[in-house]
């Protein structure tokens, strides 16, 4: 729990999230508010994933590593890199802020989701997690927590990795590290495929009755230098390139709306530099993030009817400022964002752009047993001019190892640059009118270390209003929402064995109609257990999730359909060989277990990997 020499010497080393280095210790975390600090003095709930859990967990796509985290719930249009909508603490998943090292993911086109099935799992050497509002930190999206993909690492070791699996699944990567003084120079690239299989199968379209695979390749490079001691900066480049094909279910009633197979193309630059001394400490952050988003049809092309195209920039600047002020900081900063959109098809074309301008201010102090948390933002945005949030949190060590924390938030979240505008391609007007989605949310948790078991239950409500949804010709500002959870999360080693069990039961509820919200289970269980043994590491993951229902009603389906519950299991071994190479096998839906996350979507089943990975 929190403790008083751990707390200053953590807030003593202060780095930013928008360059956010992999700091080498499982503790330290700087998505929470802008700042490095240790994860126990973080009052919100906190999760880090780091290389070696993705490594020991064979996940194959960032979507395989989310899915395993506390109040995490997810629905996927079939397999490996299919449309995948991830859901936090029954939140949509709109209300999840995804960010690269700091740097929020540009979020094109109209559903106004982050496109986290899109990220290369090879760039990921780190995950933090964080739940509930952070719009008073990051401005816009983050109503249900924030993901922030840490890229950098300070590791100086070389490493090549293979994979191949059922359905003709194979990936190839490698990194390649060289220091030359103080000077860190990083290359890298991964190739993953698979042949996948038919995502929906009960479709009425015979063209839909093939698999549907997809194809990635990822390019990265950077170069860091440290100055001096207290001096230090980086350059940064990534690009990858994402093929995946899906079904439509049904034959399209005109080839314009015929697209079955989406290509992603997406480039980033970022530069950074980072001031560091005694107390104060000082960051400044330019990134440049560009897409090009095509769906087109298999049987015309990518430059005939049924092409959509969305090219999408974003850039992105940021300096931050934090000062160590007792047993705490104290930090402020500026961040400027401008989005720019252009939205076609092979008749008509849509351009928008946006700006946005947020200030920030949060502070973190400790009295005594009592940790004090506050942070406050402004948000000044081309469309709906000034919005202001907040939040503040106390926690109480009442007694050692015991602690009660208290927290209350505002969070908001734009509309998309295609709800916000329209999108002619769709027949969907502007609506100029359109306001952010505004949030309210409570949260009160207890947490201990009772004998070895380190655990923390939480209970939370969230009220959502301004939800926006379309209807006739354009997007309006018509629902509103009330989200209640109770969560619990606990872990123990035994003997060899460590034990990791998440429990959560929400209430996700329309407030018109007082139906529970789509696609987001009641009851959710996940059971991790580790070993090892004869130094052979071994992995078992169960995961349950309760019924749910797949749409909401209206004059089309008048009823809410239901989901089955499902559970499956999940089984990891590795091995090191040498001290050089390791050897790893994995079988995911161990017991075969048939499901849908969505309703005609059918799921992989019994999935095999085996892989082997080379350091130096």
Known sequence: MIKKASLLTALSVTAFSGWAQDSGSDNLVVT?????????????????????????????????????????????????????????????????????DGVPVARSGISNDPELNQIPLSLVQRVEYIRGPRSAVYGSGAIGGVVNIITMTDSDKSQVNTSIGSKGYQTYDGTLRQ???????????????????????????????????????????????????????????????????????????????????????????????????????SQLLAS???????????????????TTLDDMEQRYIQWGNNITVGKGSLGAGVDWKQERLVSSNQSTSDSYDRDNTGL??????????????????EDKDD?????????????????????????????FLAPSLGQQYGAKRFGIASNPDLKPEESKQWEAGVEGLTGPVDWRLSAYRYEIDNLITYSD???????????????????????????????????????????????????????????????????????????????RTSIYNPEQRVLPSYSTVDLSASYPVTSHLTVRGKIANLFDKEYETAYGYQTAGREYTLSGSYTF
Request: proline share 2%; hydrophobic share 30%.
């Open 360 to 377: 920030y201010l949060n502070g973190m102090q400790q009295f005594g047993d009592v940790t004090l948390e506050a942070s406050g933002r």
């Open 32 to 100: 929470a508010n802008r700042f490095q600090q240790s994860a126990k003095t973080v009052l919100a709930p906190t999760e880090v994933v780091t290389r070696e859990d993705i490594d020991r967990w064979q996940s194959r796509s960032l979507i395989d590593v989310l899915r395993r985290l506390p109040g995490v719930d997810i629905a996927q249009n079939g397999g490996l890199g299919q449309t995948a909508s991830v859901y936090v603490r029954g939140t949509e998943a709109k209300h999840l802020l995804l960010l690269i």
């Open 179 to 281: 220091r030359f003084g103080d000077t860190m120079v990083t290359a890298a690239g991964s190739y993953t495929s698979t042949r996948g299989f038919n995502v929906q199968p009960d479709s009425t379209w015979d063209h839909d009755k093939d698999r549907d695979g997809y194809r990635n390749k990822t390019f990265w490079g950077s170069l860091q230098h440290k100055f001096d001691d207290h001096f230090d900066g980086f350059f940064r480049g990534y690009s990858f390139s994402n093929n995946v094909d899906y079904d439509l279910g049904s034959a399209p009633y005109s080839p314009d709306y015929s697209a079955d197979e989406r290509q992603l193309y997406v480039q980033g630059w970022d530069t950074g530099l980072n001031f560091n001394q005694g107390i104060y400490s």
């Open 383 to 411: 469309a709906f001019g000034w919005h202001g949030t907040w939040q503040t949190a106390a926690g109480w060590e009442f007694v050692e190892n015991y602690r009660l924390t208290l927290s209350y938030g505002t969070s």
């Open 473 to 551: 010709t354009a997007y309006y500002n018509i629902n509103s929402a009330t989200i209640k959870g109770v969560e619990w999360t606990g872990s123990v080693d035994t003997g060899i064995f460590s034990h990791r069990v998440t429990l959560q039961y929400i209430d996700p509820r329309d407030d018109e109609t007082n139906e529970v919200l789509p696609r987001r289970a009641k009851r959710q269980a996940k059971y991790q257990l580790d070993w090892s043994i004869f130094n052979v590491d071994m992995d078992l993951a169960w995961e349950y999730f309760g019924k749910r229902y797949d749409n």
């Open 288 to 306: 440049y993030q560009k897409s090009k988003d095509y769906n087109y049809s298999s049987i015309y092309g990518r430059y005939n009817d049924g």
